[in-house]
Protein backbone atom coordinates (compact mmCIF):
# COMPACT_ATOMS: atom_id res chain seq x y z
CA UNK A 1 0.00 0.00 0.00
CA UNK A 2 1.08 2.99 -1.12
CA UNK A 3 1.13 5.85 1.71
CA UNK A 4 2.63 8.67 -0.45
CA UNK A 5 2.11 9.10 -3.91
CA UNK A 6 3.37 11.56 -6.66
CA UNK A 7 1.16 11.20 -9.30
CA UNK A 8 3.44 12.86 -11.87
CA UNK A 9 6.47 10.86 -13.01
CA UNK A 10 7.65 13.64 -15.01
CA UNK A 11 7.23 17.68 -15.54
CA UNK A 12 9.12 20.16 -17.76
CA UNK A 13 8.79 23.86 -17.54
CA UNK A 14 10.93 26.85 -18.99
CA UNK A 15 13.60 28.14 -17.18
CA UNK A 16 12.37 31.60 -15.12
CA UNK A 17 8.83 29.97 -14.46
CA UNK A 18 7.39 28.30 -11.75
CA UNK A 19 7.49 24.47 -11.21
CA UNK A 20 5.08 23.22 -9.17
CA UNK A 21 5.54 18.96 -7.89
CA UNK A 22 2.52 17.95 -5.92
CA UNK A 23 2.27 15.07 -3.47
CA UNK A 24 -0.36 13.24 -1.91
CA UNK A 25 -0.46 10.70 1.53
CA UNK A 26 -3.36 8.75 3.13
CA UNK A 27 -2.44 8.95 6.50
CA UNK A 28 -3.57 11.36 8.63
CA UNK A 29 -1.55 10.76 11.73
CA UNK A 30 2.29 11.86 9.40
CA UNK A 31 3.02 14.65 11.17
CA UNK A 32 6.13 15.63 9.47
CA UNK A 33 6.65 16.27 5.61
CA UNK A 34 10.26 16.50 3.77
CA UNK A 35 11.39 16.82 -0.29
CA UNK A 36 14.04 15.67 -1.46
CA UNK A 37 16.18 16.20 -5.02
CA UNK A 38 18.19 13.17 -6.17
CA UNK A 39 20.54 13.42 -9.38
CA UNK A 40 21.45 10.26 -11.08
CA UNK A 41 24.09 7.55 -8.91
CA UNK A 42 23.59 10.23 -6.49
CA UNK A 43 21.81 9.69 -3.17
CA UNK A 44 18.54 11.86 -2.21
CA UNK A 45 19.68 15.39 -0.92
CA UNK A 46 17.37 17.26 1.47
CA UNK A 47 15.63 20.61 0.13
CA UNK A 48 12.74 21.50 2.64
CA UNK A 49 10.34 20.14 5.48
CA UNK A 50 7.44 20.94 6.70
CA UNK A 51 5.75 20.33 10.28
CA UNK A 52 1.90 19.21 10.43
CA UNK A 53 1.27 22.50 12.90
CA UNK A 54 2.14 24.93 9.90
CA UNK A 55 0.93 25.43 6.39
CA UNK A 56 3.58 26.80 4.18
CA UNK A 57 7.58 26.94 4.86
CA UNK A 58 9.49 28.88 2.73
CA UNK A 59 13.38 28.86 2.08
CA UNK A 60 15.37 30.83 -0.87
CA UNK A 61 13.44 29.53 -4.25
CA UNK A 62 11.83 26.58 -2.54
CA UNK A 63 8.35 26.70 -0.57
CA UNK A 64 6.75 23.90 0.68
CA UNK A 65 2.37 24.22 0.95
CA UNK A 66 0.63 21.54 3.37
CA UNK A 67 -3.24 20.99 2.98
CA UNK A 68 -4.34 18.54 5.75
CA UNK A 69 -8.07 18.31 5.12
CA UNK A 70 -6.84 17.34 1.47
CA UNK A 71 -3.48 15.26 2.52
CA UNK A 72 -1.59 17.36 -0.11
CA UNK A 73 1.96 19.19 -0.17
CA UNK A 74 3.28 20.77 -3.13
CA UNK A 75 6.66 21.76 -3.54
CA UNK A 76 6.64 25.42 -5.73
CA UNK A 77 10.31 27.07 -7.34
CA UNK A 78 10.25 30.13 -8.49
CA UNK A 79 12.03 30.85 -10.54
CA UNK A 80 13.14 27.42 -11.86
CA UNK A 81 16.81 26.75 -13.15
CA UNK A 82 18.79 24.00 -15.81
CA UNK A 83 20.38 23.18 -12.19
CA UNK A 84 17.02 22.18 -10.69
CA UNK A 85 16.70 19.49 -12.89
CA UNK A 86 16.34 16.28 -11.37
CA UNK A 87 14.29 13.79 -9.49
CA UNK A 88 11.97 14.98 -6.58
CA UNK A 89 11.00 12.78 -3.77
CA UNK A 90 8.58 13.97 -1.38
CA UNK A 91 8.57 11.63 2.29
CA UNK A 92 6.16 11.79 4.99
CA UNK A 93 6.07 10.26 8.44
CA UNK A 94 5.74 10.71 12.28
CA UNK A 95 8.13 13.23 13.86
CA UNK A 96 10.83 10.46 15.24
CA UNK A 97 9.87 7.50 13.22
CA UNK A 98 10.76 6.09 9.68
CA UNK A 99 9.38 8.31 6.80
CA UNK A 100 7.78 6.72 3.37
CA UNK A 101 8.83 8.13 0.20
CA UNK A 102 6.75 9.07 -2.70
CA UNK A 103 7.77 7.22 -6.58
CA UNK A 104 9.13 10.94 -7.61
CA UNK A 105 8.81 13.14 -10.14
CA UNK A 106 11.38 13.78 -12.83
CA UNK A 107 11.62 17.88 -13.39
CA UNK A 108 13.45 18.89 -16.83
CA UNK A 109 14.24 22.62 -16.68
CA UNK A 110 13.94 23.93 -20.13
CA UNK A 111 17.10 26.64 -20.69
CA UNK B 1 32.01 16.11 8.68
CA UNK B 2 32.36 14.10 5.34
CA UNK B 3 28.80 13.09 5.55
CA UNK B 4 27.06 9.38 5.02
CA UNK B 5 29.55 6.97 3.70
CA UNK B 6 28.52 3.95 1.86
CA UNK B 7 30.45 1.40 0.42
CA UNK B 8 30.85 -0.59 -1.71
CA UNK B 9 29.19 1.66 -4.37
CA UNK B 10 28.68 -1.34 -6.47
CA UNK B 11 28.34 -5.07 -6.29
CA UNK B 12 28.13 -7.11 -8.66
CA UNK B 13 27.09 -10.95 -7.74
CA UNK B 14 25.67 -14.25 -8.77
CA UNK B 15 23.00 -15.53 -7.48
CA UNK B 16 23.01 -17.35 -3.88
CA UNK B 17 26.09 -15.20 -3.10
CA UNK B 18 25.98 -13.39 0.18
CA UNK B 19 26.92 -9.98 -0.10
CA UNK B 20 27.49 -7.52 2.88
CA UNK B 21 27.27 -3.75 2.84
CA UNK B 22 28.94 -0.92 5.08
CA UNK B 23 27.60 2.36 6.27
CA UNK B 24 29.61 5.31 7.83
CA UNK B 25 27.01 7.97 9.42
CA UNK B 26 27.69 11.34 9.95
CA UNK B 27 29.42 10.74 13.46
CA UNK B 28 26.82 13.03 15.73
CA UNK B 29 23.46 11.08 14.37
CA UNK B 30 22.38 8.80 16.35
CA UNK B 31 19.80 7.31 14.06
CA UNK B 32 20.61 4.83 11.37
CA UNK B 33 18.43 4.13 8.35
CA UNK B 34 18.69 1.16 5.50
CA UNK B 35 16.17 1.69 2.60
CA UNK B 36 16.04 0.04 -0.82
CA UNK B 37 15.34 1.85 -4.45
CA UNK B 38 14.56 0.17 -7.57
CA UNK B 39 13.88 1.29 -10.78
CA UNK B 40 11.13 4.23 -10.94
CA UNK B 41 10.28 3.68 -7.06
CA UNK B 42 11.58 6.04 -4.13
CA UNK B 43 13.27 4.48 -1.27
CA UNK B 44 11.27 1.70 0.29
CA UNK B 45 11.96 1.49 4.20
CA UNK B 46 14.10 -1.49 5.38
CA UNK B 47 15.07 -1.16 9.02
CA UNK B 48 16.17 1.45 11.26
CA UNK B 49 18.27 1.60 14.42
CA UNK B 50 19.03 4.43 17.39
CA UNK B 51 22.12 4.17 18.56
CA UNK B 52 23.00 -0.16 18.68
CA UNK B 53 19.00 -0.57 18.92
CA UNK B 54 16.78 -2.40 15.95
CA UNK B 55 13.80 0.10 16.96
CA UNK B 56 11.89 -1.00 13.36
CA UNK B 57 12.19 -3.65 10.81
CA UNK B 58 9.67 -3.63 7.39
CA UNK B 59 8.29 -6.69 5.98
CA UNK B 60 10.38 -6.31 3.25
CA UNK B 61 13.04 -7.54 5.01
CA UNK B 62 12.85 -11.03 4.50
CA UNK B 63 14.91 -13.69 6.54
CA UNK B 64 17.77 -13.40 4.16
CA UNK B 65 18.51 -9.97 5.41
CA UNK B 66 20.39 -8.90 8.14
CA UNK B 67 21.02 -5.64 9.85
CA UNK B 68 23.39 -4.79 12.80
CA UNK B 69 25.03 -1.70 14.06
CA UNK B 70 27.03 -2.48 16.94
CA UNK B 71 28.08 0.05 19.11
CA UNK B 72 25.87 2.41 17.70
CA UNK B 73 28.61 3.92 15.21
CA UNK B 74 28.60 2.21 11.31
CA UNK B 75 25.88 0.09 10.36
CA UNK B 76 26.39 -3.49 7.91
CA UNK B 77 23.18 -4.83 5.85
CA UNK B 78 23.73 -8.27 4.59
CA UNK B 79 22.04 -10.36 2.11
CA UNK B 80 22.47 -14.05 1.81
CA UNK B 81 21.66 -15.98 -0.45
CA UNK B 82 21.03 -13.10 -3.40
CA UNK B 83 18.50 -13.71 -6.05
CA UNK B 84 17.79 -11.24 -8.40
CA UNK B 85 15.33 -9.65 -7.11
CA UNK B 86 17.68 -8.70 -4.72
CA UNK B 87 19.16 -6.66 -7.12
CA UNK B 88 18.29 -2.23 -6.26
CA UNK B 89 20.23 0.51 -4.84
CA UNK B 90 20.78 0.18 -1.09
CA UNK B 91 20.32 3.41 0.95
CA UNK B 92 21.88 4.11 4.05
CA UNK B 93 20.76 7.54 6.09
CA UNK B 94 21.49 9.23 9.28
CA UNK B 95 19.90 11.59 11.48
CA UNK B 96 19.59 12.62 14.87
CA UNK B 97 16.90 12.46 17.14
CA UNK B 98 16.65 14.66 20.19
CA UNK B 99 14.19 16.28 22.62
CA UNK B 100 12.23 18.45 19.20
CA UNK B 101 11.69 14.99 17.57
CA UNK B 102 12.10 16.05 14.17
CA UNK B 103 14.73 14.46 12.19
CA UNK B 104 15.78 15.13 8.68
CA UNK B 105 17.47 12.03 7.00
CA UNK B 106 20.93 12.82 5.19
CA UNK B 107 21.16 9.80 2.59
CA UNK B 108 24.94 8.13 1.56
CA UNK B 109 25.12 8.00 -2.07
CA UNK B 110 24.03 4.07 -2.79
CA UNK B 111 25.39 1.08 -3.08
CA UNK B 112 24.30 -0.82 -6.20
CA UNK B 113 23.75 -4.18 -6.02
CA UNK B 114 23.50 -6.37 -9.46
CA UNK B 115 22.80 -10.24 -8.87
CA UNK B 116 23.34 -12.15 -11.80
Known amino acids: DQQVKQNSPSLSVQEGRISILNCDYT??????FLWYKKYPAEGPTFLIS?????DKNEDGRFTVFLNKSAKHLSLHIVPSQPGDSAVYFC??????????FGTGTSLTVIP | DTGVSQNPRHKITKRGQNVTFRCDPI?????LYWYRQTLGQGPEFLTY????????KSRLLSDRFSAERPKGSFSTLEIQRTEQGDSAMYLC??????????????FGAGSRLTVL
Open chain 1, 50 to 54: ISSIK
Open chain 1, 27 to 32: NSMFDY
Open chain 2, 27 to 31: SEHNR
Open chain 2, 49 to 56: FQNEAQLE
Open chain 2, 93 to 106: ASSFSGASGANVLT
Open chain 1, 91 to 100: AAGYTGNQFY
